[in-house]
């Protein structure tokens, strides 16, 4: 690598090396390594070599779990990982082969990447034009593969630049905490006024937050079991079908508490994880980017062995409604689900879009119009839980329009085009002023209206197929995947998964 001394520094800093990544990344003895000796040689006038500097790229074959993968990881004790030790053919070449022989590729990411260091203007003889020759082949790999197999980036130390844009062009992200991620680091935003350090400029808060890493963990062992599981519930390529697994837990298994999950007062919280836990598999929920968007929970899961993307609502976060982070985060999701064949599972409980000024600052209904072609758009089987609240333009987006999807509904129920909170004054604000008691008034209308929106007397026209004991809710999803696994077709995706 970069000299005894340079890699004695990263283990000082609390950091594994390149190597050692790769080897706790992988099935043990399963690494091939391709470019070993690759790096920028020196020759004396005889065509002797007389130094090599290791290229700051290390990449291969190898497995995880038995399954074929391509790896690559940065060598930041090869000048910080920069462009003056680059051979850009490596980190290409990996890409390639991840694209052509349909392998998950996972990139292991400290430095910029190979990317810019004002250095190479010197070391180069000139100024690299960005996506120059051969420039935007590489670009085109690195966000093209997303549409084609499955893309894990791990951050695990200062990661800027083109680093950063290889990090969060990926399906599944996760950074260390004593890590951090930034267009340009600390001394380039200097310029700007902005004296920050690295943690101040893109800690893990900090990503996590925006949206632009979905996980942080605090070892870099922890991010590689991350990276592990995440890769479990896909397929090796968008040609094949995500796998079932083994399970030993009762597809029929009732939980009674789900009989009470529901306060009856609807202006009273709960917790929607409990839920999710007691209907997927036993520790099979595996959550993405919570902190981002959080009024909208995403993640992986299993129903007797079989992977599903679910989507559940978060009513500690504006009550469940939709927020512009939330409806980009349901983007993101449907996308993995279409562009991977998983069926999608929703246990919904949204109030309808956030509204307000900072709803509209945020353009929130133009990105839940989005969100709603996306989950329109996609092909995969798709099953609705209606746990609470289903109302207004968000509500409208609790299933694909135009094809069959299951959808059930708890007692707890309740939908129409808005909630009655606010509506009720609108509507009958004469009845209202003209009473003797404005205040009776208000709750004898509220009380008649909420005994005609009761979930039974939608079920009664056919407004809502089937009213279900929250109990059998594991059953009936376990069923829907069964019955979901047969109809999925391989192959690639009119709308693939966008960075």
């Known amino acids: 690598m970069g000299g005894a001394d340079k890699v004695k520094r990263q283990r000082d800093q609390g950091r594994l090396n390149v190597r050692e990544r790769i080897d706790k990344l992988l099935d043990q003895n399963t690494f091939h390594e391709i470019g070993a000796v690759s790096g920028i040689a020196e020759y004396d006038t005889?065509?002797?070599?007389?130094?090599?500097t290791p290229a700051n790229c290390v990449f291969g074959r190898g497995?995880?779990?038995g399954r074929?993968?391509?790896?690559v990881g940065d060598d930041f004790t090869v000048r910080g990982g920069s462009a003056d030790a680059s051979i850009s053919a490596k980190p290409l070449m990996a890409e390639e082969?991840?694209?052509d022989f349909r392998l998950p590729i996972i990139r292991v990411i400290e430095g910029s990447g190979g990317g810019g260091s004002v250095k190479t203007i010197e070391t180069k003889g000139a100024a690299n034009?960005?996506?120059?020759i051969g420039g935007t082949k590489w670009y085109a790999y690195t966000t093209g593969n997303m549409a084609r197999v499955p893309v894990v980036g791990l951050g695990l130390g200062s990661v800027a630049g083109l680093g950063a844009a290889r990090l969060v062009a990926s399906h599944y992200s996760v950074m260390t905490k004593t890590s951090a991620m930034f267009v340009a680091g600390p001394p380039v935003v200097a310029r700007l006024g902005q004296k920050l350090d690295k943690q101040e400029l893109g800690g893990w808060e900090i990503q996590t937050k925006s949206g632009a890493i979905d996980h942080a963990v605090d070892t870099e062992e922890e991010a590689f079991a991350c990276a592990k599981r995440f890769l479990s519930y896909l397929p090796s390529s968008v040609f094949d079908l995500p796998a079932t697994t083994p399970c030993d837990d009762d597809p029929e298994r009732a939980d009674e508490s789900l009989s009470k999950a529901v306060p009856r007062n609807r202006r009273q919280v709960y917790k929607m994880r409990p839920i999710i836990e007691s209907v997927v598999d036993k520790g099979s929920f595996f959550e993405m980017g919570q902190n981002f968007g959080r009024s909208i929970i995403t993640g992986l899961a299993r129903f007797e062995?079989?992977?599903v993307l679910l989507l559940a609502s978060d009513p500690y976060h504006y009550g469940g409604s939709w927020t512009a982070e939330a409806c980009q985060?349901?983007?993101r999701a449907v996308d993995l689900a279409e562009t991977f064949h998983l069926p999608v599972v929703y246990l919904m409980d949204c109030p309808g879009f956030m509204i307000g000024l900072e709803a509209e600052k945020s353009a929130t209904i133009r990105l839940g119009v989005r969100a709603m072609a996306a989950v329109n758009q996609t092909t995969v089987p798709w099953c609705t839980i209606i746990v609470r609240n289903a109302f207004g333009v968000a509500g409208v987006v609790h299933q694909p329009a135009n094809r069959f999807s299951m959808r059930y509904a708890w007692p707890s129920a309740y939908w129409g085009s808005l909630p009655l909170e606010g509506g009720i004054e609108a509507a009958y604000r004469a009845d209202i002023d003209?009473?003797?008691d404005p205040k009776a008034k208000m709750q004898e209308i509220e009380e008649r209206l909420n005994k005609l929106r009761s979930p039974f007397r939608s079920a009664e026209k056919f407004w809502v197929e089937e009213v279900i004991d929250p109990r059998k809710t594991r059953s009936l999803i376990c069923e829907f995947a069964r019955l979901a696994e047969p109809v999925r077709t391989p192959g690639p995706s009119s709308m693939a998964i966008r960075p």
Do not use: F, Q, W
């Not at 005889?46 to 090599?52: A, V």
């Not at 034009?129 to 120059?132: F, I, N």
């Open 97 to 99: 082969m991840a694209h």
């Open 305 to 307: 062995g079989r992977a």
């Open 129 to 132: 034009l960005p996506g120059g």
């Open 46 to 52: 005889g065509g002797e070599l007389t130094n090599l």
């Open 434 to 436: 003209a009473a003797s």
């Open 63 to 65: 497995k995880v779990d």
């Open 329 to 331: 985060k349901v983007i």
């Open 68 to 71: 074929p993968v391509v790896i």
